[in-house]
Nanobody
Framework: QVQLVESGGGLVQPGGSLRLSCAASGSIFSINAMGWYRQAPGKQRELVAVITSGGSTNYADSVKGRFTISRDNAKNTAYLRMNSLKPEDTAVYYC??????????????WGQGTQVTVSS
């Protein structure tokens, strides 16, 4: 079994910063892309940022220049550093990863979500 566990969410004032972590554990052969998505109340889940196993990154236009995704392959962990937070960044943030549990088995995994609230 493979699990993704997120941490680091919380309440922050506008202009503040947070760092989210996503740790993968279990039967892991290798991990391809890891990404962060978010879902605000009444809205669809949207991609925030993604990072490949080689370190290439892609960001939603709304977070470019403010958010940074990174990963530590030795720890099977991805991070999302969020700076200059805005109220519109308020959402539940979900980690996603494409994980090979063996040479022949690949699945798409999701974390349980962590709440980020930006408010004064």
């Amino acid at each position: 079994q493979v699990q993704l566990v997120e941490s680091g969410g919380g309440l922050v004032q506008p202009g503040g910063s947070l760092r989210l972590s996503c740790a993968a554990s279990g039967s892991i052969f290798s991990i391809n892309a890891m990404g962060w998505y978010r879902q605000a109340p009444g809205k669809q889940r949207e991609l925030v940022a993604v990072i490949t196993s080689g370190g290439s990154t892609n960001y939603a236009d709304s977070v470019k220049g403010r958010f940074t995704i990174s990963r530590d392959n030795a720890k099977n962990t991805a991070y999302l550093r969020m700076n200059s937070l805005k109220p519109e960044d308020t959402a539940v943030y979900y980690c996603n990863a494409i994980i090979w549990s063996s040479k022949w088995s690949r699945d798409d995994y999701w974390g349980q979500g962590t709440q980020v609230t930006v408010s004064s």
